[in-house]
């Protein structure tokens, strides 16, 4: 149910100048707009006394929303947050002194004093970001989504995706995502264990403050999953409340079940592992309850080597 703020706004149809005039427009008359450099920008929607601090890229936000909106403009819409959109053009781990000096301000201003509760989030790159920025806001709460914990070569050189990035300074003021985390009240990071990287960055972020939540066979846009299953909203919902547990998590992860595209690669991961009686069960169970025609013909194929032997 939509929160009766009249916030809808809708920017699917501009070009991405108007667009990023539109986005300025919004934040001037509801909040802020703040350009922070060539490559970032922050804009404020103020409403709620909860306030979502979500870091975002531009082309993440142009493929994953209906109207070209960030995540947080959804939370004011449905359900009356704030919002404080963190925006980057391209893959920057939001390592820019006018950021570092963005968040300063705002914690000398006491700007998150204001919000009875703060939650920060953001995934890959931008999950580093929100670990990493949360420091500003002490008692906050943060769902990260396999975040990388640093791109230190000294510290994390087994990770080969991101070699460019490297040259980057990660020593520095809010640099190591772990140790940032340290002041948030509690974070949650959800990765896939099987994401091998993903899954080493995740074990430095083991702290007595962080729920670590898997979810294997998902692969590595678990962001892109969460929002096309409707999870996303009730996890940061939980997340504000600080009543997401195991048991909640697994609940929500039930709809995996009628989700094609985590149903896909589960069955190539049984396929890749010759596991052909589990596939064969999976195929049946799918099947059964949808319109599966990769799962039906792959069905009939295990069905007739089972035959054959």
């Known amino acids: 149910m939509a929160a009766d703020n009249g916030f809808t706004p809708d920017f699917s149809e501009l070009g991405r100048g108007e667009w990023l005039t539109a986005l300025k427009g919004l934040g001037e008359e509801h909040g802020f707009a703040e350009p922070l450099g ?42 009356g947050w704030s919002s404080l959109s963190v925006l980057s053009h391209g893959d920057t781990w939001f390592r820019d002194p006018r950021v570092f000096g963005f968040f300063d301000q705002l914690l000398d201003d006491g700007f998150f004093d204001e919000f009875e509760r703060v939650v920060f989030y953001g995934a890959g790159p931008c999950g580093y970001a929100a670990a990493a920025y949360s420091v500003a806001a002490p008692g906050a709460r943060a769902l990260l989504l396999q975040p990388q914990a640093t791109l230190d070569p000294r510290v994390t050189e087994w990770d080969d995706r991101f070699t460019d990035m490297r040259r980057q300074d990660f020593t520095s003021r809010y640099g190591f995502a772990p140790d940032m985390i340290d002041a948030a009240e509690k974070a949650w990071v959800l990765y896939d264990p099987y994401e091998r990287l993903d899954a080493m960055h995740s074990a430095l972020f083991e702290r007595g403050n962080v729920d670590r939540y898997r979810m294997p066979f998902f692969g590595g846009a678990l962001q892109t999953d969460l929002r096309l299953m409707d999870i996303l909203p009730k996890l940061l919902i939980e997340v504000a409340d600080g009543t997401l547990d195991t048991a909640r998590f697994a609940e929500h992860m039930r709809a995996r079940r009628n989700h094609p595209p985590y149903l896909r690669k589960l069955l190539a991961r049984t396929d890749a592992s010759q596991r052909d009686r589990l596939g064969l069960m999976l195929c049946r169970h799918v099947t059964a309850r949808m319109n599966a025609p990769r799962f039906r013909r792959r069905l009939a194929q295990l069905e007739a080597q089972r035959a054959a032997r």
């Open 38 to 79: 060539k490559r970032h920008a922050g804009i404020f929607i103020e409403d709620g006394d909860t306030l979502l601090v979500s870091f975002e890229t531009m082309s993440g936000i142009e493929a994953l929303s209906e109207t070209r909106t960030p995540l947080g403009f959804d939370m004011v819409r449905d359900h």
